[in-house]
């Protein structure tokens, strides 16, 4: 490969950095953004994002399709990157990595659930032939278990793990991280449908086909038959009009959901707090219990 040909498949690449640039003005605080972001503003090669786009256009797709994907490429491999370097700084860098590498399968896995509980917009015979349209509360706890409360978990984890705390501590704040990590969904969920000012978009669950939100749930146990499959036919229609939104919505609040849902919130933050007795006194100690109240106080 001559000297020339690598640069022109390193502009190809590059063309997927103000996509990446962009989505991380969008999705990240302005405090962070500098730090996200540097890494993709220094030049490099992009070799993985022009797979990405000669893969499609060798395929036959148009290269402008490919441009986001590639991003998305980029950007797994770079975060890898960051991540491996951090790590390699850290006491305890070997327990780091575990935890580190066992939640992100977790995640994965959740992510995949969360898919299986969608209810329309995506026909990929996976998604099709293993869509699970009558999920238990039960399911509904590994997925967002996997997806939610196992980034939390991980957090009480290597913060233990950075103090070279023992592991009876390790344990502990690990299981505060996870009950204050299943609050905190539950609670999010809802919010989305049952919250009225919350500087986010309302119902997205219903707009996005989500069966695996809690409240949603939790309403269809009270609601009569009729009501119950009109609920899941918004929620599997293709396109969920303003006054179908509504009206699952209105469906929703005339249930007992939000109040069970804030008790199992609830539950769940006091298990969180109950696990921070191993602690010694301290106004750290307070300041993760105070964290954990904040789950579930919230208004957004």
């Not at 590498?101 to 026909?123: F, Y």
């Not at 990929?124 to 032939?129: A, F, V």
């Amino acid at each position: 490969m001559s000297p020339s040909d690598l640069a022109r498949f390193i502009r190809l690449g590059q063309q997927a950095d103000p996509v990446i640039l962009d989505a991380l003005s969008r999705g990240a605080p302005s405090e962070f953004r500098p730090a996200l972001s540097y890494h993709f503003e220094v030049a490099g090669k992009r070799m993985r994002a022009a797979m990405v786009v000669l893969s499609c256009a060798a395929a036959g797709g148009r290269v402008e399709r490919a441009i986001k994907p590639a991003a998305v490429v980029e950007m797994i491999h770079n975060y890898s990157l960051v991540m491996d370097d951090l790590i390699e700084d850290l006491p305890a860098n070997r327990n780091v990595r575990k935890v580190a590498v066992k939640t992100m399968k977790e995640i994965i896995d959740g992510e995949r659930l969360d898919l299986l509980l969608e209810q329309a917009g995506r026909t990929d015979p996976y998604l099709m032939k293993n869509r699970i349209s009558n999920p238990t509360f039960k399911t509904y706890l590994d997925m967002v278990g996997k997806k939610t409360a196992s980034l939390f978990k991980a957090a009480g984890q290597i913060g233990a793990y950075a103090a070279n705390a023992e592991t009876r501590i390790v344990n502990a704040l690990g299981t505060y991280g996870w009950k204050a990590g299943l609050a905190f969904q539950v609670m999010d969920d809802v919010l989305d449908i049952c919250g009225e000012k919350t500087g986010k978009q309302q119902a997205k669950d219903i707009i996005e086909h989500k069966l695996g939100n809690a409240a949603i749930l939790i309403a269809l146990r009270f609601l009569s038959r009729k009501d119950r499959e009109e609920l899941k036919k918004i929620i599997g229609s293709e396109r969920v009009s303003t006054q179908m939104l509504k009206k699952a919505r209105s469906m929703v609040n005339k249930t007992p959901a939000e109040r069970e849902c804030r008790e199992i919130a609830m539950k769940y933050l006091e298990d969180a707090k109950a696990s921070l007795s191993v602690l010694k006194p301290s106004p750290f100690k307070d300041a993760l219990s105070d964290l954990a109240d904040q789950v579930v106080a919230r208004s957004y």
